[in-house]
């Protein structure tokens, strides 16, 4: 069928890894034969597999997703992104972790274009014309140049997407930093770099099938890739002034510490704007951020928002309950009489002596024999002290016959062994 309709030489014949052999050594060998010569194709390119959670996508296995079921759970850019990441020749393993790697690399590039566009937008045309470059410009173009020459390798080396796009994830890191660094020094950054940069990740995603051609920096509104760029053109002048207009607000509501106009300031930026795909950032000494995001990404990110601020909420509350009730149990053990606090741990102490009981049931610690007793199990004699590994005297020899307990010794038995030795250990 092939030859019929491309003739007797092919150029590139493709198939999955599987087919290398026998299905392709066949058609070779039937091929050649027939036409009587010894190159019926040019290139084979044979594609990697696709698992599902390292497994073979099967029926009989039962473990195959359609592409409908994947589009309901991530988009179409999610996706694309996905087999991006992975060499065109190699498996590809479809599961959380490769499709958790998408949205975040997604999402590095999608904060970058906007953050770029807010840039350009704020700087405005005024200041288009060449200014002087300093260090940092420079070290960010020569890091440019180097990324760009890389990214033409990976995709000149068997078309390496996936190393493409992590060089093109370096430089958009790079390039955030730069951003951060020229904020710190209270300078603008130089707008016809950044623009360069956004407008060569545009187009280089663009070839990748990830942006529409139609689209200018960055990815549209929309995650299924209808264009945006007229809608962001007619809400941006209206949007800029109400931001400008919540500035001017929100610096006299601060100095006249009006906190409940700084509230609705917040409220506009956290609940209105969301619904209408439009995120404020604030940031201090500089005016806000402006971000036309898709209202599904804003509403998803303010419910995930919210969810980690109650989870966070649970867990001070658990760790307050679980301090609170060690707490009690340290108090209550406290309360314990110093005859009854080691009958407690039956499976540790198995022999008590009766002038154990005796002894410290009376309140009168004085005149106590603390001469050590060796025994094997507890004494009254050397109750709280234990001969330390290496040096059986070390303790015992403070303690001569008719001297009184230390406070160290008293505290110790009343704090329920806290700071007496372990009783795991043989007494001395």
Avoid at 388 to 400: E, F, I, L, T, V
Wanted: net charge positive.
């Amino acid at each position: 069928m092939s030859c019929d309709i491309l003739g007797s030489k092919i150029d590139v014949h493709t198939g999955g890894v599987d087919l290398k052999f026998p299905h392709h050594d066949n058609e070779i060998a039937q091929a050649e034969a027939h036409y009587k010569h010894d190159q019926w194709v040019n290139y084979f390119l044979h594609s990697g597999h696709l698992t599902i959670e390292g497994c073979k996508m099967s029926k009989s296995l039962k473990n195959f997703i359609t592409i409908k079921e994947a589009l309901g759970r991530y988009t179409s850019r999610q996706l694309r992104f996905a087999f991006l990441l992975h060499a065109w020749n190699a498996t590809l393993d479809y599961g959380t972790n490769t499709m958790q790697e998408a949205e975040q690399i997604e999402k590095l590039f999608n904060e970058f274009f906007l953050t770029a566009k807010n840039l350009l937008r704020y700087q405005g045309a005024e200041n288009e014309a060449f200014v002087k470059w300093g260090s940092l410009d420079k070290d960010l173009n020569a890091k440019f140049l180097s990324k760009k020459s890389l990214v033409h390798e990976a995709l000149c080396d068997s078309i390496d997407t996936a190393s493409a796009l992590n060089e093109m994830r370096d430089l958009v890191k790079e390039t955030n930093i730069y951003i951060g660094s020229c904020r710190q020094a209270s300078r603008d950054p130089n707008q016809s770099l950044i623009k360069s940069i956004a407008n060569y990740a545009t187009n280089l995603l663009k070839i990748f099938g990830v942006i529409p051609d139609d689209s200018t920096i960055g990815f549209p509104l929309s995650a299924t890739g209808s264009t945006s760029a007229g809608m962001e053109a007619v809400a941006e002048p209206f949007v800029t002034a109400l931001a400008r207009f919540r500035d001017d607000v929100r610096i006299v509501a601060r100095k006249e510490k009006v906190r409940d106009i700084l509230d609705v300031c917040d409220s506009l930026r956290d609940d209105v704007l969301p619904e209408l795909g439009v995120r404020l950032e604030d940031i201090e000494g500089q005016p806000t951020a402006i971000k036309f995001v898709d209202k599904e990404v804003l509403l998803r990110e303010r419910k995930r928002e919210r969810e980690l601020a109650e989870e966070k909420r649970k867990a001070k509350e658990e760790a307050r309950r679980v301090q609170s009730e060690k707490q009690a149990a340290k108090e209550a053990l406290k309360r314990i009489p110093p005859s009854e606090l080691f009958r407690r741990e039956p499976d540790k102490y198995s022999q008590f002596d009766e002038q154990v009981k005796s002894r410290f049931s009376s309140r009168t610690w004085g005149g106590f024999d603390w001469n050590c007793g060796r025994g094997k199990h507890v004494h009254s004699k050397c109750f709280p002290f234990f001969r330390p590994k290496g040096n059986p005297d070390a303790r015992c020899s403070r303690y001569k016959s008719g001297r009184r307990p230390t406070q160290e010794a008293t505290e110790a038995v009343r704090a329920a062994g806290e700071g007496v030795r372990r009783m795991d250990r043989e007494p001395t």
